[in-house]
Antibody, heavy 122, light 110 residues
Framework: QVQLVESGGGVVQPGRSLRLSCAASGFTLTSYGMHWVRQAPGKGLEWVTVIWYDGNNKYYADSVKGRFTVSRDTSKNTVYLQMSSLRAEDTAVYYC???????????????WGQGTLVTVSS | QSALTQPASVSGSPGQSITISCTGT?????????VSWYQQHPGKAPKLMIYDVNDRPSGVSNRFSGSKSGNTASLTISGLQAEDEADYYCSSYTSTTTLVFGVGTKLTVL
């Protein structure tokens, strides 16, 4: 069955870096786009980034562009979110989600991980 | 990209119907039939309830339905049940190949 497991969250100081992982099982990353979505404590959902099924197309929210980088390792079937120059406002639960929309229009996130909490604080 | 506009809260009694609106622009909601709705219970990951404006994933009750007119999409829940009480978020594909979520609506079942 499809499973997504995030890891790598924790407490980090402002300006530092952190890398999150999303280990996928039950399917191969080469067939699906993968997204990162975050949710600040008590706040709504915010889309962060996507890496398409081909691994070449990547798009970012303006709020993280230039600071966050999405990548994947198909041999490990794992997606990564490298976060740098972290700010207090990046504090959130970070979810990875599989995009089941065959047209790459991001409309069908049927599978989500459990989330990993990132806290940016001195 | 600004978040899509949703009412902060809606409420209804068991058995009633409610509708949650989601307003965007011609660059997102109005421009694509790629609107989705997610249900989120406290401390849980979001759950997909509607995709492509009005399609339901397997296993989602037919009490949930979606529609769109112009730049506004809507989620209707009929026959309200206690377990429907949750936060609901819309989302839309955008002209810049990104995704935007709504601000979220808290549904209270009275």
């Amino acid at each position: 069955q499809v499973q997504l497991v995030e890891s790598g969250g924790g407490v980090v100081q402002p300006g530092r870096s952190l890398r999150l992982s999303c280990a996928a099982s039950g399917f191969t990353l080469t067939s699906y786009g993968m997204h990162w979505v975050r949710q600040a404590p008590g706040k709504g959902l915010e889309w962060v980034t996507v890496i398409w099924y081909d691994g070449n197309n990547k798009y970012y929210a303006d709020s993280v562009k230039g600071r966050f980088t999405v990548s994947r390792d198909t041999s490990k079937n794992t997606v990564y979110l490298q976060m740098s120059s972290l700010r207090a406002e990046d504090t959130a639960v970070y979810y990875c989600a599989r995009d089941d929309d065959g047209n790459s229009r991001y409309s069908r996130f049927e599978y989500w991980g459990q989330g990993t909490l990132v806290t940016v604080s001195s | 990209q600004s978040a899509l506009t949703q009412p902060a809260s809606v409420s209804g009694s068991p058995g009633q119907s409610i509708t949650i609106s989601c307003t965007g622009t011609s660059s997102d909601v109005g421009g694509y039939n790629s609107v989705s709705w997610y249900q989120q219970h406290p401390g849980k990951a979001p759950k997909l309830m509607i995709y492509d404006v009005n399609d339901r994933p397997s296993g989602v009750s037919n009490r949930f339905s979606g529609s769109k007119s112009g730049n506004t999409a809507s989620l209707t829940i009929s026959g309200l049940q206690a377990e429907d009480e949750a936060d609901y978020y819309c989302s839309s594909y955008t002209s810049t190949t990104t995704l935007v979520f709504g601000v979220g609506t808290k549904l209270t079942v009275l």
